[in-house]
């Protein structure tokens, strides 16, 4: 049973294309993440959210907007696709105690084309 | 601004030996930090974590060190096996402000 699951796993799209990328954990945890890792591999927070509330927004175009149905579930949608947005996102959660860390997705690759 | 830097972005080890990944940081709020692993299409996996109150914190062949007067942190594994080998990240957190900020990873390959 999947802790952190995102779909879809690969997301090949033409520029201006609108997408979405989804995101549900398990854990019961409270905070969840986005982080978007670029062709350097560069691992670069974009979102955080606690129980539904946005927390951290990383300097992210408007064109990137998440949304947190429940706290289980962090989508991200993202509007007019352009070629710079070809990455790897991940979703993670963590619970309150930093012991533990974040446990992270298996990310989605999107090539925008 | 790279606030955590991995400065070698690879390392090739003999299985058997003992595998160092260091990892160097600017930000002096930074009072937590973690290794994470990674292999080829899968997420960061959690491996080992170190607060700022200790030097050393120990997991079975896994060991971090931290040096906070020097900003340094280096995770250390021994005996290295085959399936170590992966990309390792480092990352660190301050109290508060709920993320991790991530070096940009070292790739360890361990040789038979």
């Known amino acids: 049973d999947t802790a952190v699951s995102q779909t879809p796993k690969y997301l090949v799209t033409q520029m201006g294309n609108d997408k979405s990328i989804k995101c549900e954990q398990n854990?019961?945890?409270?905070?969840m993440y986005w982080y978007k890792q670029d062709s350097k591999k560069f691992l670069k927070i974009m979102f955080s959210?606690?129980?539904?509330?946005?927390?951290i927004n990383e300097t992210v175009p408007n064109r990137f907007s998440p949304k947190s149905p429940d706290k289980a579930h962090l989508n991200l949608h993202i509007n007019s696709l352009e070629l710079g947005d070809s990455a790897v996102y991940f979703c993670?959660?963590?619970?309150?105690?930093?012991?533990?860390?974040?446990?992270f997705g298996s990310g989605t690759r999107l090539t925008v084309v | 601004d790279q606030q955590v830097k991995q400065n070698s972005p690879s390392l090739s080890v003999q299985e058997g030996r003992i595998s160092i990944l260091n990892c160097d940081y600017t930000?002096?709020?930074?009072?937590?930090f973690l290794w994470y692993k990674k292999y080829p299409a899968e997420g960061p996996t959690f491996l080992i974590s170190?607060?700022?109150?200790?030097d050393k914190n120990e997991d079975g062949r896994f060991t971090v060190f931290l040096n906070k007067s020097a900003k340094h942190l280096s995770l250390h594994i021994v005996p290295s096996q085959p399936g170590d080998s992966a990309v390792y990240f480092c990352?660190?957190?301050?109290?508060?402000?709920?993320?991790?900020?991530f070096g940009q990873g070292t790739r360890l390959t361990i040789n038979p």
């Open positions: 993670a959660s963590s619970p309150p105690d930093r012991d533990y860390g974040y446990t």
């Open positions: 854990l019961g945890h409270d905070t």
């Open positions: 959210y606690n129980n539904k509330e946005l927390i």
């Open positions: 930000n002096s709020m930074f009072d937590y």
């Open positions: 170190i607060s700022s109150i200790k």
């Open positions: 990352a660190a957190s301050s109290r508060g402000a709920q993320k991790l900020v």
